[in-house]
């Protein structure tokens, strides 16, 4: 989903003190399904990619963890008619899963399909 929208970090995460405009520039989902108890239960990563001119890790740290930067995504996905249930299976991964252009955040089976039925042509991977 190519953006171009504004979410702030409060500088009170683990991993970063910066206080500051970041700018998104596209959301990515990677879905994988597994057989759980007998049925499909899909998984993906949502991949936030922002603009390494507005934030560089390197020099700001990782994004990881700051909870307005979490509060904001999450208002944005509402706003583009993801339900508040769906919302709520988005959340930060792993640090080791945080990369120099994007913010990883892992979601889970609801959001997934409700991602489908607006991208229908996104690749599922079998797991």
């Not at 597994?34 to 740290?61: M, Q, T």
């Not at 904001?72 to 299976?89: I, W």
């Not at 959340?91 to 080791?96: N, T």
Request: charged share 30%.
């Amino acid at each position: 989903m190519e953006v171009t929208i504004i979410l702030n970090t409060d500088g009170k995460g683990l991993w970063s003190t910066k206080a500051k405009q970041v700018v998104i520039t596209n959301l990515s989902l990677s879905i994988s399904t597994i057989e759980d108890d007998d049925r499909r239960k899909l998984f993906g990563e949502l991949c936030v990619y922002f603009d390494p001119a507005s934030w560089d890790p390197d020099v700001d740290g990782l994004i990881y963890t700051d909870k307005l930067f979490a509060d904001e995504l999450h208002t944005f996905l509402k706003s583009q008619g993801f339900s508040d249930k769906a919302v709520e299976e988005v959340y930060y991964s792993e640090q080791g899963m945080q990369g120099d252009d994007y913010v990883s955040l892992d979601a889970d089976h609801l959001f997934c399909e409700e991602w489908l039925a607006k991208f229908p042509n996104t690749e599922i991977t079998e797991y």
